[in-house]
């Protein structure tokens, strides 16, 4: 691991102004991924500011019926709050598919969306890789990916995003609050957080040097039936081969999220449409464009599958 120097913020304008700073800061709070990355000298951040003490660890309800998710809370929590599991479902049910209790303990809000890839070329630092190294290649074209995307991806990088809560979170049409230096807030929708990799893989997601993720705004529930499924290559700590993250009402029309298959979560509007018609027309409208590698072609018909799974689930 590299050298660094570290700081606890004790408020969040102290947060943002050390980040600006200093070139090369990263904020700290979990941890679960950062660290790791840190070990492996993929990340090298000179300097370290610590988010924990700012508060930003309680679920609380908004004026126009939804709730704003501090940046801090941690995934245990949240997927155990009595109104995320009333009325949010389908995102506790997406959380408790993802990782160990463990590391759900520790692990954080901002700090789930924020998650890289598990490419594995992307954690080997002897392979070409344009998320780490920008114009060195991508190894995977042409090498083991059957992890990998299978739409949505470039000439650059074929990635995906490994976040389970996201594609929670891109169904239920959440939104990502910010602050930046000098006091200035913004909120993003979360179709527009993650990026797609085009010709620049190494820009993941839509913030800016120094801004801080403060919460997470869920907009009033919708009701209907919240069912998330992930397939996976075994039972427990395993990434999705594909993930469907589904919200359906009793007259069959609803919202869906992939996750596995893509370098974000995986929506169209497109797709939501067609869920009245059944799972092939909803595969079909949201594998539009797929450029599916060899190795990874089965999860064209996977994603199929298990969409036809969760609809026979949702009509039950």
């Known amino acids: 691991m590299m050298a660094f120097s570290y700081e606890r913020a004790a408020s969040p304008a102290q947060a943002v102004e050390a980040a600006a700073r200093t070139p090369g800061a990263r904020f700290i709070a979990g941890g679960t991924n950062l660290l790791d990355l840190m070990k492996l000298e993929i990340e090298t951040p000179r300097h370290l500011v610590d988010v924990n003490g700012l508060g930003f660890d309680k679920i609380e309800a908004t004026q126009d019926g939804g709730l704003r998710i501090g940046a801090l809370v941690r995934n245990t929590d949240l997927a155990a709050d009595p109104r995320v599991r009333r009325d949010y479902g389908v995102l506790s049910r997406a959380l408790l598919a993802g990782a160990s209790a463990q590391l759900r303990n520790k692990a954080t809000t901002a700090g789930n969306l924020l998650q890289r890839t598990r490419c594995p070329y992307f954690y080997d630092t002897n392979q070409a890789c344009n998320k780490r190294k920008p114009g060195s290649g991508c190894a995977a074209m042409g090498g083991i990916s059957r992890q990998l995307a299978v739409v949505g991806a470039s000439d650059a990088c074929i990635a995906t995003h490994p976040s389970d809560m996201a594609v929670a979170m891109r169904a239920l049409d959440a939104s990502i609050e910010t602050t930046r230096p000098g006091g200035l807030r913004r909120t993003i929708p979360i179709a527009d957080f993650h990026k797609l990799p ?51 009402q009793r007259d069959g029309t609803g919202r869906v999220a992939l996750g596995g298959v893509a370098p974000r979560p995986w929506r169209d509007d497109t797709a939501d449409a067609q869920l009245p018609r059944g799972a092939s027309a909803v595969a079909a409208a949201l594998l539009a464009g797929a450029r599916p590698t060899e190795q990874n072609q089965f999860k064209l018909t996977l994603v199929e599958r298990t969409l036809d799974a969760v609809l026979t689930d949702a009509r039950s």
């Open 198 to 248: 085009d010709a620049t893989p190494h820009i993941e997601n839509a913030l800016l040097p120094g801004e801080l993720i403060t919460s997470v705004r869920l907009p009033a529930p919708v009701g209907g039936k919240h069912i998330y499924q992930k397939v996976r290559d075994r039972a427990s700590y395993a990434f999705a081969l594909v993930s469907v993250a589904a919200i359906v």
